[in-house]
Nanobody, 119 residues
């Protein structure tokens, strides 16, 4: 069973940066490199929303308009890791951030890491 664990969240001032990591394990049937990866976030009182996605080979990324130009998504298939570099953070980026791995109809979620942007 695929297990995902996020880390790197914290409290940061507006304009600051954070780097989130997602460590993946439990790939018994298919390798990590066969999964598309995503980040989602959920702010208090709001629905979970898409943040960014990266292809299996890591050669293409897609970002929500709200984070485009500020966030950068990458993955290391050799280490079963995914990273979200978040720069120029805004108050509205405050949320719990979740990593998600998808292969066909199979999807797995981590428990999330809290990001708080506050002055």
């Amino acid at each position: 069973q695929v297990h995902l664990e996020e880390s790197g969240g914290g409290v940061v001032q507006p304009g600051g940066s954070l780097r989130l990591s997602c460590a993946a394990s439990g790939f018994t049937d298919f390798p990590f490199s066969s999964y598309a990866l995503n980040w989602y976030r959920q702010a208090p009182g709001r629905e979970r929303e898409f943040v960014a996605a990266i292809t299996r080979a890591g050669d293409n990324t897609v970002y929500a308009d709200s984070v485009k130009g500020r966030f950068t998504l990458s993955r290391d298939n050799a280490k079963n890791m995914m990273f979200l570099q978040m720069n120029s953070l805004k108050l509205e980026d405050t949320a719990v951030y979740y990593c998600n791995a998808v292969r066909g109809s199979r999807g797995s979620w981590g428990q999330g890491t809290q990001v708080t942007v506050s002055s």
